[in-house]
């Protein structure tokens, strides 16, 4: 069993909807990330939270606003999606500091219509 | 910037054949490389690492050598199991940049019986 849990496991939406990913890790990490995994690309980080503070935003569109209220909870607020934002959304956690390793959630099929 | 690069697949092996995925990486500075396996309809897991030249990471069966004369890191095992069928991940920590991660584009070994 996965100390990550995101919900839901699938979701379709369309461009004019809001929706939000929930992930929870319950192994004391105080980081967290989100990634973007599309067919045939290698995975994007697009967000990472230090001790619940933003330390990284890769050039991620305003569509995807992450929340991290606590060190154990982290949201992707989705809105006005592009079909081409279509993704496994997947949320990992680790421990702050170098050589840490990732544990990533089972990921939120995303599919925008 | 940081890169990594992994033989493309599938790769298609009958059960107990040797295995080798081939990884080359590009890095400023001294990296941790990692492997990571990801299961269908599941996230990614850490297989294993090295954190530095020389260094050999094992785990299941599996291991890589960190080469830094090469900027290699390929995975191996002597005899995969049906169960082995994955997609693997070649990944790199820049010790400059926290424990954030740079994937290649992963490679689908797919074990016959």
């Known amino acids: 069993e996965t100390g990550v849990t995101q919900t839901p496991r699938h979701l379709v939406m369309g461009m004019t909807n809001k929706k939000s990913l929930k992930c929870e890790q319950h192994?004391?990490?105080?980081?967290m990330y989100w990634y973007k995994q599309s067919a045939k690309k290698p995975l994007e980080l697009m967000f990472v939270?230090?001790?619940?503070?933003?330390?990284e935003n890769n050039s991620v569109p305003s569509r995807f606003s992450p929340e991290c209220p606590n060190s154990s909870h982290l949201f992707l607020h989705l809105h006005t999606l592009q079909p081409e934002d279509s993704a496994l959304y997947l949320c990992?956690?680790?421990?702050?500091?170098?050589?840490?390793?990732?544990?990533f959630g089972n990921g939120t099929r995303l599919t925008v219509t | 910037g940081d890169s990594v690069t992994q033989m493309e697949g599938p790769v298609t092996l009958s059960e107990e054949a040797f295995l080798t995925i081939n990884c080359t990486y590009t890095?400023?500075?001294?990296?941790?490389l990692f492997w990571y396996v990801q299961y269908p309809g599941e996230g990614l897991q850490l297989l294993l690492k090295a954190t530095k030249a020389d260094d050999k990471g094992s785990n299941k069966g599996f291991e890589a050598t960190y080469r830094k004369e090469t900027t290699s890191f390929h995975l191996e095992k002597g005899s995969v199991q049906v169960s082995d069928s994955a997609v693997y991940f070649c990944?790199?920590?820049?010790?400059?940049?926290?424990?954030?991660?740079?994937f290649g584009g992963g490679t689908r070994l797919m074990v016959k019986p």
């Open positions: 890095a400023t500075g001294y990296p941790s």
């Open positions: 192994l004391g990490h105080n980081a």
């Open positions: 990944a790199l920590s820049d010790n400059n940049a926290g424990n954030m991660l740079t």
């Open positions: 939270y230090n001790f619940k503070e933003q330390t």
């Open positions: 990992a956690s680790s421990q702050v500091g170098d050589n840490s390793p990732l544990h």
